[in-house]
């Protein structure tokens, strides 16, 4: 009998794939970083709760933009929806202030001579999306489109209570379930163990979260450490443009606090992939030692 199950929480831009498929996809690079340890994951139950193919079909029947959409139709394109136009400004504000981006510089994007600066003035905002895209490692339409589910995610209820639905039934089990998440799975995955009264989740693992937007923590709120977690451990590069900051007592005060390590060198091209993730050593050792603790091994070291 495995002595726990091990649940994977994907992203976004899993469409057309499987379960079996999202399993191969993460194990073969986290046991490649377990190198002589990765026996340990012979002990485990893996489920990789699928719900890519049902986003997809959300986005289309809901009459969502594709991705490029920002990048070609311009202003137009979110005239009638203020507020998703706010969500967007403020995010990319935040990003060209990260990146030291001048107001010059951007002046001469728009092509004009003067414009409201701010994340409120749209023109503004697409100078700093056209701007951020030509710098090496920053995919504007990936980040558009992350935050585009996001958006959703959060404001159709109907959406967040399907994927929430498919998500969760990897969690009923009378096994302890260690639960790692990536991306847009990080908030569905919080947003569900928040609410989860029944079983025991030793520890979450969240990779290149967006939980420390501000978007998330107002929807989330109020925000709590989830009641059947332990331990809570929070990993992401740097240079990732989805996960913007760290999940620190400043930006999601729970008790008790989450572990945070920012320094993971994920060497995907945007830094931001599951890969470069889950095949960090130190993520690897994160779990490894859960699961030794699980089975009651002590002094086994990397």
Request: aromatic share 8%; glycine share 8%; with cysteine.
């Amino acid at each position: 009998m495995p002595m726990a199950r091990l649940v994977l929480i994907h992203g976004r831009a899993q469409e057309g794939k499987s379960e079996a498929a999202l399993i191969e996809e993460w194990m073969t690079p986290l046991r490649r970083a377990l190198g002589d340890k990765a026996s340990c994951l012979d002990k485990v139950e893996v489920r990789a709760p699928f719900y890519g193919d049902r986003l997809v079909e959300f986005l289309s029947s809901l009459g969502e933009p594709t991705p490029g959409d920002i990048l070609v139709r311009g202003s137009n394109i979110y005239e009638d929806d203020e507020k998703y136009r706010a969500f967007l400004g403020e995010h990319f504000e935040a990003l060209r202030q990260r990146k030291g981006i001048e107001d010059a510089a951007l002046l001469e994007e728009a092509n004009i001579d003067l414009i409201e600066r701010g994340p409120q003035n749209w023109l503004w905002v697409l100078a700093v999306i056209r701007f951020l895209n030509k710098i090496p490692g920053i995919d504007a339409e990936v980040i558009e489109s992350l935050l585009r589910d996001v958006w959703i995610y959060f404001q159709r209820q109907t959406v967040r209570k399907e994927i929430d639905k498919i998500v969760a039934s990897a969690f009923k089990t009378e096994l302890p379930v260690v639960c790692i998440a990536h991306s847009l799975g990080t908030i569905v995955g919080y947003n569900i163990l928040k609410n989860f009264t029944k079983g025991s989740v030793p520890q979450f693992m969240t990779l290149g979260s967006p939980l420390g937007l501000d978007i998330s923590r107002r929807a989330l709120s109020p925000l709590v450490h989830p009641p059947t977690v332990g331990r809570w451990f929070n990993a992401r590069d740097r240079r990732d443009v989805v996960a913007l900051y760290p999940l620190s007592g400043d930006r999601f005060p729970v008790v008790p606090v989450i572990s945070n390590y920012d320094d993971v060198e994920n060497q995907t091209s945007n830094s931001h992939g599951i890969s470069g993730y889950i095949g960090s050593p130190v993520v690897a050792k994160e779990l490894y030692s859960t699961l030794s603790n699980l089975e009651g091994v002590h002094g086994r070291r990397f």
